[in-house]
Nanobody
Framework: QVQLVESGGGLVQPGGSLRLSCAAS????????ISWYRQVPGKERDLVAR???????NYADSVLGRFTISRDNAKNTVDLQIDNLKPEDTAVYYC?????????????WGQGTQVTVSS
């Protein structure tokens, strides 16, 4: 069982920046993929960015150039740097971990952190 705890959300003005952090309860070196998703009320949870254990990153088109995902293996954290925030970035941001073990996939979610972009 992997526990994920997100932090760093808050209220920020348009054009501002935030750095979200996802802390894992075990070494992230052993976690195959860690992703950030976001969700607004009434809509599905959408993938924002992900990073593999090998360091490969992928981003949703809507956040390219503004969001940067990174990992710190020593701290067991995966951060999401968000720059030039827009009102449409307002959402609850969730961290997700995927572990592949003996042909099975294990998926874990954090509790989410609220990001609100408003003037």
């Amino acid at each position: 069982q992997v526990q994920l705890v997100e932090s760093g959300g808050g209220l920020v003005q348009p054009g501002g920046s935030l750095r979200l952090s996802c802390a894992a309860s075990e070494s992230i070196v052993s976690i195959n993929v860690i992703s950030w998703y976001r969700q607004v009320p009434g809509k599905e949870r959408d993938l924002v960015a992900r990073i593999t254990s090998g360091g490969t990153t992928n981003y949703a088109d809507s956040v390219l150039g503004r969001f940067t995902i990174s990992r710190d293996n020593a701290k067991n954290t995966v951060d999401l740097q968000i720059d030039n925030l827009k009102p449409e970035d307002t959402a609850v941001y969730y961290c997700r971990a995927i572990l592949l073990r003996a042909g099975n996939s294990y998926i874990y979610w954090g509790q989410g952190t609220q990001v609100t972009v408003s003037s």
